[in-house]
């Protein structure tokens, strides 16, 4: 079945920097589009940035130039690249693997990001 594992999540200081890490199994990683999407304590799930299978990327007002996301189709792996991290990043980040013509979309089940002094 798919499977989609997020990695790299911990506690960090304002200002620091992560990189998460999401590996897919269980779908042909290259034909979907990926994203990163989050969700703090009390708010809905929110888009953080997003890469077609083409590369082409777009990201939240609230985080471009700070957050950089890529993949590795040859390593079904997608990743999400944070500097400059602010307390108002805290949150579960979610990895998220849509094919809208096919009707899949699938989502892993979180990593933590706590940005704190």
């Known amino acids: 079945q798919v499977q989609l594992v997020e990695s790299g999540g911990g506690l960090v200081q304002p200002g620091g920097s992560l990189r998460l890490s999401c590996a897919a199994s269980?779908?042909?990683?290259?034909?979907?589009?990926m994203g990163w999407y989050r969700q703090a304590p009390g708010k809905q799930r929110e888009l953080v940035a997003r890469?077609?299978?083409?590369?082409?990327?777009t990201y939240a007002d609230s985080v471009k130039g700070r957050f950089t996301i890529s993949r590795d189709n040859a390593k079904n792996t997608v990743y999400l690249r944070m500097n400059n991290l602010k307390p108002e990043d805290t949150a579960v980040y979610y990895c998220?693997?849509?094919?809208?013509?096919?009707?899949?979309?699938?989502w892993g089940k979180g990593t933590l990001v706590t940005v704190s002094s």
């Open positions: 998220n693997a849509d094919h809208s013509a096919l009707r899949m979309n699938y």
């Open positions: 269980g779908l042909i990683f290259s034909i979907y589009h």
């Open positions: 890469i077609t299978t083409s590369g082409l990327t």
